[in-house]
T-cell receptor, first 111, second 112 residues
Framework: EAGVTQFPSHSVIEKGQTVTLRCDPI?????LYWYRRVMGKEIKFLLH????????ESGMPNNRFLAERTGGTYSTLKVQPAELEDSGVYFC?????????FGPGTRLTVL | GESVGLHLPTLSVQEGDNSIINCAYS??????FIWYKQESGKGPQFIID?????DKRQGQRVTVLLNKTVKHLSLQIAATQPGDSAVYFC???????????FGDGTTLTVKP
């Protein structure tokens, strides 16, 4: 069974540019989460989808971040415009309920 | 706010020794705790979990202990191997909330 996949694995952009991260959850998992780890600190929750609906977006840092999950399958996380402090590793996880399965992450570097 | 913290950022052990990684959490309402292992270039991988109605749970070479009185969680790895080298995170999850709150992580290095 394929696990959670994320694309791209790495992204290097300049401050002010736009980047879109994609997450493909495990097929059949209704729950999809976005997390990020900044500067080697703890992994912080960003938001949680149940199917196509945003269940909890309390961790989204500001309105430069926009997450979507049209159709309740894959999800995208767009950062526009990117700032230096957005650099970090962005993880996606999916779950049928209970255990969360994490993808390998996207390493974002904003110069 | 809520936080789940680890006592040590790094831990170095000799191959074959036992490892103990500690974590303190602050939300007394937490009811589900998970330990994750993250290897370089990969996402966090589930190791073992424990619910708040238990104080000990064992897996293969790993044991998780939960002390709700002092809000402390630990992961014990028996006969640590080089393949155990990774960053270990504890996380707290509310059963009904879904999201996980992670600690800072402990980097375990196993010396041959």
């Amino acid at each position: 069974e394929a696990g959670v996949t994320q694309f791209p694995s790495h992204s290097v952009i300049e401050k002010g540019q736009t980047v879109t991260l994609r997450c493909d959850p495990i097929s059949g998992h209704d729950n999809l989460y976005w997390y990020r780890r900044v500067m080697g600190k703890e992994i912080k929750f960003l938001l949680h989808f149940v199917k196509e609906s945003k269940q909890d977006e309390s961790g989204m840092p500001n309105n430069r971040f926009l997450a979507e999950r049209t159709g309740g399958t894959y999800s995208t996380l767009k950062v526009q415009p990117a700032e230096l402090e957005d650099s970090g590793v962005y993880f996606c996880a999916s779950s049928p309920g209970g255990e969360q399965f994490f993808g390998p992450g996207t390493r974002l570097t904003v110069l | 706010g809520e936080s789940v913290g680890l006592h040590l950022p790094t831990l170095s052990v000799q191959e074959g020794d036992n490892s103990i990684i500690n974590c303190a959490y602050s939300n007394s309402a937490s009811d589900y705790f998970i330990w994750y292992k993250q290897e370089s270039g990969k996402g966090p991988q589930f190791i073992i979990d424990i619910r708040s109605n238990m104080d000990k749970r064992q897996g293969q070479r790993v044991t998780v202990l939960l002390n709700k009185t002092v809000k402390h969680l630990s992961l014990q790895i028996a006969a640590t191997q080089p393949g155990d080298s990774a960053v270990y995170f504890c996380a707290e999850t509310h059963t009904n909330a879904g999201k996980s709150t992670f600690g800072d992580g402990t980097t375990l290095t196993v010396k041959p």
